[in-house]
């Protein structure tokens, strides 16, 4: 991931895809509590309640007994460095000294979200291509994966949908660029991470058709319809079909042609009068066949 400046920071803790943590530029072990103490902390957005934190990490004990936990857990960390955590009363909140990967990728994610923000990272020379890998990878991993505590759940999933919209995001903008093959590389991050999603799969054939490579573009479409029928047994929206049609004059999902360019392709002395518009899918028990396809 592209991460701030190292040298601003004492300590970084890693959520992306796992956790770890360094100090002063070494790897510690941390055992199972300690961990989850500063990765609830990490993932706050500020100071939190000592109460509260105890609660989260320690549902199932009572009230005295999660308190000692967290009190034994805060001890722990003050041997590792007395300067990670700060406690301030009944609150209890990281550092300014720690760094937090997950941090860095939600600002990273809503760069690429804000339009024009990754100007920098669209120049034509090499560094700046190695730093769009980076950029792509920074959104392809999950949140500490492996955990599944219930009060994680609602972090896991809002990284999940931000980083899939700043692929969907970047996508669209690299294609834009005329970068194509970036563009191709992070949709079909979006696409591996969700397959079921459409977005991934638009900005991926909208990448393709921006190239001039057609028949890649119908290839993806067909696969995402085999996708939708094999797993929910319904079929694209009329975004994905409207995609196509300028190149293919591709039907929308009522199963209707759609005539983007009526002149186009006929030769001389053709008739003006425009051919009756003919279903080019065929209803398989409420499936469709896909795109470019031989009914």
């Known amino acids: 991931m592209l991460l701030a400046d190292p040298k601003k920071f004492r300590a970084r803790i890693s959520l992306i895809p796992g956790f770890s943590i360094t100090v002063d530029g070494k790897s510690r072990e941390l055992g199972n509590a300690p961990s989850r103490l500063l990765a609830v902390l990490a993932l706050s957005a500020g100071p939190l309640e000592r109460s509260a934190v105890a609660s989260t990490l320690w549902p199932d004990l009572p009230e005295a007994r999660a308190g ?8 722990r960390l003050k041997q590792l460095d007395r300067e990670i955590v700060e406690s301030d009363g009944g609150r209890v909140r990281l550092s300014d000294s720690v760094g937090v990967d997950y941090s860095d990728g939600r600002h990273l994610a809503h760069q690429v979200l804000g339009q024009g ?8 020379d090499g560094e700046s291509r190695v730093r769009i890998q980076q950029l792509i990878h920074s ?4 949140l500490l994966v492996g955990w599944y505590e219930e009060w994680l759940d609602v ?4 990284w999940r ?16 660029a005329g970068l194509y093959a970036p563009a191709i590389d992070a949709a079909t991050a979006a696409v591996a991470a969700e397959p079921l999603r459409e ?30 029928e094999r797993e929910l047994g319904v079929s694209p929206s009329l975004q994905m079909y409207e995609l196509l049609r300028p190149v293919t004059g591709t039907t929308s999902p009522n199963g209707y042609a759609v005539q983007s360019d009526p002149g186009r392709g006929r030769g001389p002395g053709a008739s003006d009068q425009a051919s009756p518009a003919r279903p080019s899918t065929t209803d398989h028990g409420g499936g469709r066949a896909p795109v ?4």
Do not use: K, M
């Open 68 to 75: 000692a936990n967290l009190r034994n857990c805060l001890w």
């Open 161 to 176: 949908q931000l980083r899939l919209h700043a692929l969907d995001s970047l996508s669209t903008q690299l294609t834009n």
């Open 199 to 228: 977005s991934g799969y638009r900005s991926l054939v909208a990448a393709h058709l921006a190239e001039g490579n057609v028949g890649e573009a119908i290839r993806t479409h067909n696969q995402y319809c085999s996708v939708l």
């Open 117 to 124: 923000q990754i100007q920098p990272f669209l120049d034509a």
């Open 155 to 158: 972090h896991q999933e809002r």
């Open 292 to 295: 470019g396809t031989d009914t």
């Open 139 to 142: 959104f392809t991993s999950e």
